[in-house]
Structures are given as structure tokens and as C-alpha cells.
């Protein structure tokens, strides 16, 4: 039970310094502009339904504001995410920390726990504050918690993925930029190798649709938990934090 | 409680330290000598577990840093080199943190903090950021985490390096105070602070240790003769003849004294005190007795004459070379 100091300390590193404060402000910003747009475009689409009732028959809240808000918001994590990982390890390295917390009656496990687990409550905040969308919503028309709640969970473990891959990343390199732009290319590869699906055939076909971190929260934003997309963020975080752990455990043998 | 057995530890081609062995008792206090890149961080690093070695072992309270890394961590308080801290954190944040990870329970955490503050003089900075501290401030916090835990054994990385000679003071008597209860190797390079903390030095030099003991132990081991220093007023030539002719002396060598004129250093054997003899010698012939007293030596001179030995003996080995 070692991991809840280091989660302490990462959670007041995030809250004492400017770095939560500014991933907040900006995702809120970025989000809230998504959210407002895609709103407007659904209100004029439900005003238009009002005059010609055949417009909008299959016109509901779910498909038109918030799948593709959840789609959106998990691209925009897609560039935020590695600023919340990039200094986990990397700084600690830099600065010579990482020397005194290893000499710290602590398992390495124990160290990623809870560095992983303080990211995670970090980004569940973020989910919290984006509540403010569906709050309005539900107050305008009716909303489908159902669905609302999956697309949250598909969000929770989007960026699970992120933040562990981005932990990872960290775990290799002393410096934050490569650590940041690091994860940033490979997140950014496991977006787009999904768009080479379309050309290709066969068994490469499934495999880059299978592999494409974003095509598995799309049955969440429908209301769908599939275990295969369930399956999928599960192994990729618990591989990323496993080869975490390896490159930490080198450390203690390589030197 | 510290034992070390043939430690090598190589960086690539680079050798560190090569076949370092040593045994610290429980409750001693030992210097770890020698120039810079002599391997000095490089065995600290072994011995607080973060840095596994090439070869050899070191065991700390009886755990091997190896295999039983993590219960020699429950027993060790390390200081690394220029004391690394989050910057972010303010000190008693950050000393809540340590005590908390090292497992100090909940009842008496927050006690412990301020002892080790009261202790390290840090009291009074407890709610600034440790990035806005000056060097010595930071210092003694990285003290202050070390002490934390009670740990059996404390490696300290040159714990004084950044204070001002006030602070110094303290840190020193606070480093003394430890002695008995704790077990303590700490790295310097101001050699009087050794003589004033130590019961034990080493000396290491280009990763091997060329000398370890006491201070006594060493003195006597690389001077093995007393030397007392003699200024009569009497003509150089005769005093010099004179004392070269009483049995005891082993070696006598004309020095400039301080206020100019010449005086003598006379080398004896350890046990056996000149002194008497040359007060005699020196009524005897009429010669007025300025000054007469025993020369210490010191560790720096030690330290030199070992590290410098060392070095000739280098620079002949490779001249063959050539």
C-alpha cells in the first residue's frame, strides 16, 4: 500500500504547480467550443424538423450532440494527454529525484501505481468538469443517461490508454520533450493506421481496424459495452504499464 | 554493519571503482575520502541500493543491496549529491511525503517531521516552495529526508558541501550526535571535517581504496616517525651537526620557520619522546631555547602524500611505456 504516498505527492506536483490548471482551462475551452457548435447545428437541425416533420424522424441527442463531442474530445486528448505524462518520469530522471525515490523503502509496482493512478484521477476530473455539457442538455431536452454513461466509460479508458502509454514513454528518456512528443507520434500513429483499413483487404484489413485506438470507443458512444473494445483498452494499458514496469525493474540491474 | 566485498562497478569500458572492500561497525562514523572522480558517489550509489554493482557484494544491516534490496532500504537514510528535491514542493509537503513512503505511521508522522526540521534548522522555511530555497537551505532538507525513518545506516553524499561555515558547525555536530545509535559513511572533501566527525576514514583514489583506518592509524602508517620542531639560536651548521648525533634522532631537516629564522624538524621514533634530550642539548652547549614543540600530522598531509604516492607510481608505470 506504498503507492498512496506517490500518488499524494503527483496529485499536489499536479495541483501545485500550473500544470493541471492550464490542461483544464484549455481542454474546457477546446471541448466547450465543440460542444457549443455541434449544439447550435443540432437545434437548427431539430427547428428546421419542427416545420417538416419527415427531417428529422431518427433525430435524437445521443447520435447528433454527444457521439460526436465524445469523438471529438477523445482526438483533443489525443494531444493533451502526453503533457500530462511526459514529466511522470522523465523529470524525476532529469533532476536526480528518481535516485532518492528508488532508495525509498518502495516496490517499483508501487511507484507506477501510483503515478498511473494519480494521472487517471487527474484526467476523471477533467471528465468531471465536461458533466457541464450533458447538465445543459438535460436541461434544454431529454437525455439518455444510458448511453451518456458508456461514452464516459469509452472515454475513461481512451484515455487509460493514453496516459499509460504516454507513462511508458516517459519511463525511457530524461528529457520531457522527447518524452511528450513521443507519445504524442505514437498515439497519433494508433489514430491513423485505422485509416489505411479502407484500402487495404483481407486480414490487414481487420488487423488496422483492430489496432485503431479510436474505432473501439465508437460502440461506447452508441451505448454499447463489446467486451472486444473492453478487451482491447484493458491489454493495451496493462502492456504499457507492464513494459513500464520492465524498463523501471532495467534500471535496478542495468544501472 | 556496512560490508563491503570486492566491489567493481564499470560505466561501459569506464571502471569506476575496482574490488572496493570495507566494514563500517555498528555505530561508527567513517569518511570517505578522495579526489574528485575517484569513485566516491559511484560506491554511495551501490550502497544505497539505487545502482546494482559489476561484481562483488555489500551487504547494509546484514541485507545484501541486491537480492534484498528493498529490506536494506527499510533500514538506510541516503543524501546523493547535490540533494535532489521536487522543487515544486514545499519542504514540510515534501518531508510528509518521505516520512509517509518510508512508512513512519500515521500517529507520529507529523512529529517526526518537525523533529527532523527542529534538528536540520529547517523550521522556519516549512511552507516555502524547496525551489525557492538557497543551496544550504536545500541541503539540510535533503538531511532532514535522510534522517527521517530513523534508519539504522546513513550514507551521506557530502552532506556539508553549500553551507555557509555557521551552518557547517551545526550540520557537523549534528552528524556527531548521530554517532552511536546510527551507523554513518559520509563523502567530503574538506579533510579537516573528517578529523573533526570521523572515527574511521578511507581513502580512495581512481576507484581503490589506497588507505583505511583510523586517523591515527594512518599518520602513523605513512609517517612512522614523530617529528618535533626546534628553533635555538646557535649556528645552523653546529645545531644541525649536534642533533644529527644524538642516538634517538632518526632525521633532522632545516625549515624556514615563520618569523624567518631557521628552525629544525627532528624526526624520531614513535615511542620515543626527544623532547627532554633536546632541552638537554641545548643547555648543555648554551644555545637559547626559542621554541620546541611536536609536530602533528595532519590527514591532509596523509591524503596528499597517499594520493600523490599513488600518482608517481602511476606516472613511472606508464613512463616505461614510452
Redesign the interface.
Known amino acids: 500500500m506504498?503507492w498512496?504516498?506517490?500518488f499524494?505527492?503527483e496529485m499536489?506536483?499536479y495541483f501545485?504547480?500550473p500544470v493541471a490548471y492550464v490542461v483544464f482551462t484549455f481542454f474546457l475551452l477546446i471541448s466547450g467550443w465543440f460542444f457549443s457548435q455541434i449544439f447550435l447545428i443540432y437545434s437548427d437541425i431539430s427547428m428546421r424538423s419542427f416545420m417538416q416533420p419527415q427531417f428529422g424522424q431518427n433525430l435524437n441527442v445521443t447520435d447528433t450532440v454527444m457521439r460526436p463531442l465524445f469523438t471529438n474530445m477523445a482526438v483533443v486528448l489525443l494531444f493533451f494527454i502526453p503533457m500530462l505524462t511526459m514529466r511522470l518520469f522523465a523529470e524525476e530522471k532529469r533532476?536526480?529525484?528518481m535516485?532518492?525515490l528508488?532508495?525509498?523503502?518502495?516496490?517499483d509496482g508501487e511507484v507506477l501505481a501510483g503515478k498511473f493512478l494519480a494521472s487517471m484521477a487527474l484526467f476523471a476530473i477533467l471528465l468531471v468538469l465536461t458533466l457541464l455539457y450533458p447538465g445543459l442538455i438535460a436541461y434544454f431536452t431529454r437525455v439518455e443517461w444510458g448511453p451518456m454513461l458508456t461514452g464516459y466509460l469509452g472515454l475513461l479508458l481512451i484515455g487509460g490508454t493514453f496516459l499509460a502509454v504516454g507513462l511508458f514513454i516517459s519511463s525511457l528518456t530524461e528529457n520531457q520533450i522527447v518524452a511528450g512528443f513521443g507519445t504524442f507520434g505514437v498515439l497519433l500513429a494508433f489514430w491513423v493506421i485505422g485509416w489505411g483499413a479502407d484500402s487495404a483487404g483481407g486480414t490487414l484489413r481487420t488487423v488496422l481496424q483492430y489496432l485503431s485506438v479510436t474505432d473501439h470507443m465508437d460502440t461506447f458512444t452508441r451505448g454499447i459495452i463489446d467486451t472486444k473494445d473492453l478487451v482491447y483498452y484493458a491489454s493495451a494499458i496493462v502492456l504499457a504499464l507492464f513494459l513500464t514496469l520492465r524498463s523501471l525493474e532495467s534500471k535496478?540491474?542495468?544501472? | 554493519m556496512i560490508q563491503v566485498d570486492h566491489l567493481t562497478k564499470r560505466y561501459g569500458p569506464v571502471t569506476a571503482i575496482q574490488d572496493v572492500s570495507f566494514n563500517v561497525e555498528k555505530g561508527q562514523i567513517v569518511g570517505f575520502l578522495g579526489p574528485n572522480g575517484a569513485g566516491k558517489s559511484t560506491t554511495m550509489k551501490i550502497l544505497s541500493c539505487f545502482m546494482p554493482a559489476t561484481a562483488g557484494t555489500a551487504r547494509v544491516a546484514g541485507f545484501d543491496v541486491f537480492s534484498q534490496s528493498l529490506e536494506a532500504r527499510r533500514r538506510l537514510g541516503y543524501l546523493p549529491e547535490n540533494a535532489p528535491l521536487y522543487g515544486d514542493l514545499p519542504v514540510a509537503a515534501y518531508l510528509d511525503f518521505v516520512a509517509e513512503i518510508k512508512g513512519v505511521s500515521r500517529s507520529t508522522r507529523k512529529a517526526r517531521v518537525a523533529d527532523v526540521m527542529d534538528r536540520c534548522f529547517v523550521s522556519d522555511m516549512q511552507h516555502r516552495l524547496i525551489g525557492k530555497l538557497s543551496k544550504g537551505y536545500r541541503q539540510r532538507v535533503g538531511l532532514a529526508q535522510a534522517l527521517l525513518g530513523d534508519p539504522e545506516v546513513l550514507i551521506l553524499d557530502e552532506p556539508t558541501i553549500g553551507l555557509d561555515p555557521k551552518q557547517i558547525a551545526e550540520i557537523r555536530s549534528l552528524i556527531r550526535s548521530l554517532a552511536g545509535q546510527h551507523t554513518v559513511i559520509l563523502s567530503t572533501h574538506i579533510l579537516p571535517e573528517v578529523s573533526m566527525v570521523c572515527d574511521g576514514v578511507i581513502i580512495i583514489h581512481r576507484g581503490r581504496i589506497v588507505a583505511q583506518g583510523t586517523e591515527r592509524e594512518l599518520v602513523e602508517q605513512v609517517f612512522p616517525t614523530a617529528r618535533v620542531e626546534l628553533q635555538v639560536a646557535g649556528p645552523t651548521g653546529d645545531v644541525l651537526a649536534a642533533l644529527r648525533a644524538l642516538p634517538a634522532v632518526s632525521r633532522v631537516e632545516p625549515v624556514q620557520s615563520r618569523d624567518g629564522a631557521t628552525a629544525f624538524v627532528v624526526e624520531s621514533p614513535r615511542d620515543r619522546d626527544v623532547r627532554e634530550e633536546l632541552v638537554h642539548l641545548a643547555a648543555s652547549r648554551g644555545w637559547a631555547l626559542k621554541e620546541l614543540h611536536q609536530v602533528g600530522m595532519s590527514l591532509e598531509e596523509v591524503f596528499i602524500q597517499v594520493v600523490a604516492g599513488e600518482d608517481t607510481e602511476e606516472m613511472t608505470a606508464s613512463g616505461g611505456a614510452f
Not at chain 1, 252 to 255: K, L, T, V
Open positions: 506504498r498512496l504516498p506517490v499524494k505527492k499536489r506536483l501545485g504547480s533532476s536526480g529525484t535516485e532518492l528508488l532508495t525509498y523503502p518502495v516496490r535496478r540491474w542495468r544501472g
